[in-house]
């Protein structure tokens, strides 16, 4: 089975911006959230997107 176009994780500062089916990864610092997005991004290999200043998706496409 191959995984094509969804959202893989979220990474945000706020837990209320983000529900749903993906793992959800709550961060304190803008800081921490570029370094768990950049992580992710490697480890799932999926593409980090930022929505807001506080919330990242890392997505497969």
Same mark, same amino acid.
Do not use: Q, W
């Given at each position: #089975? @191959?995984?094509?176009? #969804?959202? $893989? +994780?979220?990474? !945000? #500062? @706020?837990? *209320?911006?983000? *529900? /749903? /089916? ?5 961060? %304190? !610092? @803008?800081?921490? #959230? %570029? @370094?768990? +997005? +950049?992580? $992710?991004?490697?480890? &799932? %290999? /999926?593409?980090?997107? +930022? &929505?807001?200043?506080? $919330? ?6």
């Amino acid at each position: #089975m @191959k995984v094509e176009k #969804m959202v $893989l +994780a979220s990474i !945000t #500062m @706020k837990r *209320d911006n983000v *529900d /749903g /089916g993906s793992p959800i990864f709550i961060c %304190d !610092t @803008k800081e921490e #959230m %570029d @370094k768990v +997005a +950049a992580n $992710l991004e490697a480890i &799932l %290999d /999926g593409i980090s997107h +930022a &929505l807001s200043d506080e $919330l990242y998706i890392i997505v497969k496409h």
